[in-house]
C-alpha cells in the first residue's frame, strides 16, 4: 500500500487531484511566522537562569541579554505573531488557524514547531493539533451540504529513516518513492479512515506514543525525531447536486526535531549519532528556506538531500500555506539556541508558497456524471424540437397537397366550362351530339374528396370556379384557338399536379430517412405512395402521345383539331377523375404516414396525433429548419410551386385574353394559397 507524502494527496483518492481551470487560481502567500515563548520551565528557575527576551508588542520579540552593551543586543525581530510567556494553546492556535482549516477547502496546509530542544515545540503543536481537531469537526457539524471524510497517516523521521506511527509492524526504515504523477509516497504507510473526532484524537494519540523518545541533557522527554501526522480531508456536495467535483487537501502537523547542534546535547555514541541525523535534516530544511527566502525558486532546491525535506516538499515554497511556530526557551543559557531561532524565523517568513484548491473527480462519481449527461443528450435528440420540424414539413405537405387539390378543382371547373361552352357552339353551328361523360360527378367531387375543407375553402373554390366560369363566357367569344389554348394550358396544369405531387412524396421520404423514423409501416406507405405517383405518370405519358399527334398534324382545320380536343377531352374524362383518386390515395396515404409518424409530444392516442395534426393545419406555414433546406429549396424553387402554376394559369397570353379588373382578384388570390 502506498501513500502520498504530505503535500501530496493521499492515496485511495480515485485520481490525482486538478485544479480545474474555472477554479481558483494559485495564490501566492509568504508562509505565516510565529514566535512563542515559554515561561522559565522550573529547572531553569531553580538554576537561576535569567530570563533574556522579551515581547516587546504582538508582533516584535526584543533581546535583553543583562551582560550585553545595547550596541551589541540583537535587533528587534518582527513577526506575523509573538505569543508571550502566558500566552495560551488556543491564543497560539488562533494565529495558525485559517492556515489550517484551508484543508477544508481544498487547500494543503502544514503547520510546523521550530526550536530547540525543551522549547515547548511538542507542547505546542498538541494544543494546535486539538484546537485544529475541534475546528474542523465543528466545520463539519456546519456544513450539512457536504459530505467529508477524513483520513489520517503518522510517520517518524528518525535517523534518517522513515518509520509508521500507526503501525510498528512495517519496520523502521520505510522507502521513499517517487511517482510522476503523485510526488514523494511513503511505501507501505497505513492511513486510516476516521470515523468521528474521539477516533481521531484516539489514533493521533497512538502516534504521539510510538514516538521515539530518548533521554538526553537538555530535556529529560524531549523527542529526538521529527513526527509528522498527516490528516486527508476530501469533501464532497451530497446527492441531488450536478457538481461531481470534491475538495481534497492534506493538513500536516509536524513536530520537529530539536534544532540544537549535536555538540549541545553532550551526546556520545549512539546519542551523537542520532545528534548528527537530526541535524542532517534540519540542516537542508535551513538551507532550502535560505535558498528560497532570497528568491532562488528557479535555481536548485536541496529538497531531496533530506528525507524530511523530501517528504515537505509541497509545504516549502510549493501548493501549501504553511505556519511555522517557533519556540524558544527564555532562558539566557539558551540564548544563542534562541537568536539562531529567529535568525531562521526571519528567513522563514520570506518564503513565497503557491497554494491553489484541489479538486478531483473521481471515476465513480465521473462515470455518474456522464451518464446524466448521456442521458441528458438522449433526452435531447427526443425533445419536440425534432418531433416539431417533422411536424412542420408534414403540415406544409399537407398544405402543398391542398393546394394541388384547389388547382385540380379549378382546372375541373374550366374543362367543364370549355366543354359546355363547346357544346353550346357545336349545337348552334353543327349540331353534333356530344357525349356527357361523368363530369358533373367529378365537379363535385372535389367536395368529397376533400371533407378537411372547410366551409370558407369551399366558398372560394365556388367564388374562383363562378370567376373561371365568367372568364370563360367572355372567352368563348374568342376564336376557337384560345380554347385549343385553354385545353393545352390545362393539360400542363394536370402534368404539373402530377410533378408536385411526386416532389412532395420526394421530400416526405427523405424526411422520413433522414429523421430514421421509417418504420415498416412508414416503408410500405411510401412505397404505395410511389407506386401510386408512378401510376399517375403512365396516365399522364399516354395523354402526351395524344397531344403529341394532334401537334403533327398543323394542316388541319381548326374546328376539325377541336372536335378532336372535344372527342378526346370526352375520352379522358374518365382520366382526370382517374387522377383525381389517385390523388385522393396520396392524400390518404400521406395521412396514414402522419399517423404512423411519432407526435412530437409523445402522445400515442389516435386524439392527440389529429390534435396535433389539425393544429398544424391550422397554424401558418413556417420556415424549414437547416435540416431540411436542400428540400426547402425543392419547394422554393420549383417551377411547379403553387405561386409559379397559379401565375401560369391565370397568366394572360395577349392583351386580347386579359381579364377585367374583376378577374384580376382571382389572379391575386389564387397564388396566395
Ligand atoms: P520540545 O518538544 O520542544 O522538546 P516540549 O514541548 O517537550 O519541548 O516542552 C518541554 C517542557 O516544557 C514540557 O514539560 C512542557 O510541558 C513545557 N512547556 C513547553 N511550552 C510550555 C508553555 N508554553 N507553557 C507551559 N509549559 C510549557
Ligand atoms: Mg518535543
Excluded at 391 to 398: H, N, R, Y
Aim: glycine fraction near 4%; charge should be neutral.
Amino acid at each position: 500500500m502506498t501513500v502520498r507524502t504530505p503535500g501530496t494527496p493521499a492515496r485511495k483518492i480515485d485520481r490525482t487531484p486538478v485544479t480545474t481551470p474555472g477554479g481558483p487560481k494559485s495564490k501566492e502567500e509568504k508562509i505565516v511566522v510565529t514566535v512563542r515563548l515559554r515561561p522559565l520551565s522550573k529547572k531553569e528557575q531553580l538554576a537561576k537562569d535569567q530570563v533574556a527576551w522579551d515581547c516587546k508588542d504582538d508582533y516584535t520579540i526584543v533581546s535583553k541579554h543583562p551582560s550585553q552593551e545595547r550596541t551589541a543586543q540583537p535587533p528587534p525581530f518582527t513577526f506575523d505573531k509573538v505569543f508571550g510567556p502566558s500566552c495560551l494553546n488556543e491564543t497560539v492556535y488562533e494565529g495558525v488557524k485559517t492556515v489550517a482549516l484551508s484543508a477544508l477547502g481544498g487547500i494543503n496546509a502544514t503547520i510546523f514547531a521550530y526550536g530547540q530542544t525543551s522549547s515547548g515545540k511538542t507542547y505546542t503543536m498538541r494544543g494546535i493539533t486539538e484546537k485544529a481537531v475541534n475546528d474542523i469537526y465543528h466545520h463539519i457539524m456546519n456544513t450539512p451540504e457536504r459530505d467529508f471524510t477524513i483520513k489520517i497517516s503518522g510517520l517518524e523521521i528518525y535517523n534518517e529513516n522513515v518509520r509508521d506511527l500507526l503501525n510498528s509492524e512495517s519496520g523502521r526504515n520505510l522507502k521513499l518513492l517517487d511517482d510522476p504523477e503523485k510526488g514523494t509516497v511513503v511505501e507501505k504507510l497505513v492511513e486510516e479512515t476516521v470515523s468521528n473526532d474521539q477516533h481521531l484524537r484516539h489514533l493521533i494519540s497512538i502516534c504521539e506514543a510510538q514516538r521515539q523518545v530518548g533521554e538526553t541533557a537538555l530535556n529529560d522527554t524531549s523527542s529526538r525525531s521529527h513526527q509528522i501526522i498527516r490528516l486527508t480531508i476530501q469533501s464532497t456536495l451530497r446527492e441531488n447536486s450536478d457538481c461531481v467535483r470534491s475538495f481534497v487537501a492534506s493538513l500536516n502537523f509536524v513536530d520537529l526535531a530539536g534544532s540544537e547542534r549535536a555538540s549541545q546535547t553532550h551526546a556520545d555514541g549512539a546519542r551523537l549519532k542520532e545528534g548528527c541525523h537530526i541535524n542532517l535534516s534540519l540542516m537542508t530544511l535551513t538551507t532550502v528556506i535560505r535558498k528560497l527566502s532570497v528568491g532562488k525558486r528557479s535555481g536548485h532546491i536541496p529538497y531531496r538531500d533530506s528525507k524530511l525535506t523530501r517528504i515537505l516538499q509541497h509545504s516549502l515554497g510549493g501548493n501549501a500555506r504553511t505556519a511555522i511556530i517557533c519556540t524558544l526557551s527564555p532562558a539566557l543559557s539558551h540564548f544563542e539556541q534562541s537568536r539562531n531561532t529567529l535568525f531562521f524565523a526571519t528567513r522563514a517568513k520570506e518564503v513565497t508558497n503557491n497554494a491553489q484548491v484541489n479538486m478531483v473527480v473521481s471515476d465513480k462519481q465521473l462515470v455518474k456524471h456522464l451518464q446524466k449527461e448521456v442521458a441528458r443528450l438522449e433526452a435531447e435528440l427526443r425533445t419536440p424540437d425534432l418531433s416539431r420540424e417533422k411536424d412542420l414539413k408534414i403540415q406544409q405537405m399537407e398544405m402543398e397537397i391542398e393546394e394541388l387539390k384547389r388547382q385540380r378543382d379549378l382546372a375541373q371547373s374550366e374543362v367543364d366550362e370549355l366543354r359546355r361552352k363547346l357544346q353550346d357552339d357545336q349545337q348552334t353551328s353543327n349540331p353534333i351530339e356530344l357525349p356527357r361523360p361523368s363530369m358533373k360527378k367529378s365537379l363535385s367531387y372535389s367536395d368529397v374528396l376533400s371533407p378537411k375543407l372547410d366551409r370558407k375553402e369551399i366558398d372560394h373554390n365556388d367564388k374562383t370556379r363562378k370567376t373561371l366560369l365568367r372568364q370563360s363566357m367572355r372567352q368563348s367569344s374568342t376564336a376557337p384557338f384560345t380554347l385549343m389554348h385553354e385545353i393545352r394550358k390545362l393539360e400542363h396544369l394536370q402534368e404539373q399536379l402530377g410533378e408536385e405531387a411526386n416532389r412532395a412524396l420526394e421530400v416526405l421520404q427523405k424526411e422520413v430517412a433522414y429523421h430514421r423514423l421509417g418504420n415498416q409501416d412508414a416503408a410500405e406507405t411510401i412505397a404505395k405512395l410511389q407506386a401510386e405517383i408512378r401510376e399517375m405518370c403512365a396516365v399522364r405519358s399516354i395523354k402526351k402521345e395524344v397531344d403529341v399527334g394532334t401537334a403533327i398534324a398543323p394542316n388541319r382545320s381548326v374546328s376539325a383539331n377541336l372536335k378532336e380536343e372535344i372527342t378526346k377531352l370526352h375520352s379522358q374524362g374518365s382520366t382526370i377523375a382517374n387522377l383525381e383518386e389517385q390523388l385522393e390515395n396520396v392524400q390518404k396515404s400521406i395521412d396514414k404516414l402522419v399517423m404512423s409518424l411519432p407526435s412530437s409530444n409523445q402522445e400515442s392516442n389516435g386524439e392527440a396525433a389529429a390534435k396535433t395534426k389539425n393544429q398544424s393545419i391550422k397554424n401558418n406555414l413556417l420556415p424549414l429548419t437547416s435540416s431540411n433546406v436542400a428540400n426547402r429549396q425543392n419547394f422554393i424553387k420549383s417551377p411547379s410551386s403553387s405561386l409559379s402554376t397559379s401565375q401560369q394559369i391565370m397568366e394572360p397570353d395577349n392583351e386580347e385574353n386579359r381579364p377585367p379588373e374583376d378577374d384580376d382578384i382571382v389572379s391575386k388570390e389564387t397564388p396566395r394559397v
